[in-house]
């Protein structure tokens, strides 16, 4: 019984390994024979050739094309933004994703942020929710967030800055 958990194991990832290989250029429909996996790193690749990595300390599998993910991070190497959330939906076949239940946002320039949700869709963030931005002794708050074809995250609207 204790050699079927690692042969079992491997079985998974291999399955797991063939869906997700090729990220956003994933066609085919394969029927995975598991509904949960827990500690999951994917890499999802661009158009651009830009990588996005998702860590998550579990992954709900709900249909062949979506998980629920939780305790989730997004990380882009190349623009060296980060985002933690508890909660996301993730579309196997896109590499698009949803987070939410309070999402922290790392940028480069080392400040932090907080929105309640947010998309990554083709590499880009949107959302149209509130977000609060801080960094040293300045907060900027508005509503709605962009990144453009740079990585530059820009807030839509209501624009307010505080200087503590």
Do not use: C, H
């Given at each position: 019984?204790?050699?079927?958990?690692?042969?079992?194991?491997?079985?998974?990832?291999?399955?797991?390994?063939?869906?997700?290989?090729?990220?956003?250029?994933?066609?085919?429909?394969?029927?995975?024979?598991?509904?949960?996996?827990?500690?999951?790193?994917?890499?999802t690749e661009?158009?651009?050739?830009?990588?996005?990595?998702?860590?998550?300390?579990?992954?709900?599998?709900?249909?062949?094309?979506?998980?629920?993910?939780?305790?989730?991070t997004?990380?882009?190497?190349?623009?060296?933004?980060?985002?933690?959330?508890?909660?996301?939906?993730?579309?196997?076949?896109?590499?698009?994703?949803?987070?939410?239940?309070?999402?922290?946002?790392?940028?480069?320039?080392?400040?932090?942020g907080?929105?309640?949700?947010?998309?990554?869709?083709?590499?880009?963030?949107?959302?149209?929710?509130?977000?609060?931005?801080?960094?040293?002794?300045?907060?900027?708050?508005?509503?709605?967030?962009?990144?453009?074809?740079?990585?530059?995250?820009?807030?839509?609207?209501?624009?307010?800055?505080?200087?503590?």
């Open positions: 019984m204790k050699r079927a958990y690692p042969v079992g194991l491997l079985i998974i990832s291999l399955m797991l390994w063939i869906l997700l290989e090729k990220g956003e250029k994933t066609t085919r429909e394969v029927n995975l024979p598991f509904q949960e996996l827990k500690g999951v790193r994917i890499n661009s158009s651009k050739g830009e990588v996005w990595r998702l860590e998550a300390s579990r992954v709900v599998i709900d249909n062949n094309d979506r998980a629920t993910i939780y305790d989730v997004f990380r882009s190497e190349l623009r060296r933004i980060s985002l933690k959330a508890p909660r996301g939906i993730y579309e196997i076949t896109t590499g698009d994703a949803e987070v939410m239940d309070g999402v922290i946002i790392k940028l480069p320039d080392g400040s932090t907080e929105v309640e949700s947010l998309r990554i869709e083709r590499g880009k963030i949107k959302s149209d929710a509130p977000v609060v931005l801080e960094k040293d002794n300045m907060k900027i708050t508005g509503k709605g967030i962009v990144t453009d074809e740079l990585g530059n995250l820009k807030i839509l609207r209501d624009v307010r800055v505080e200087l503590k």
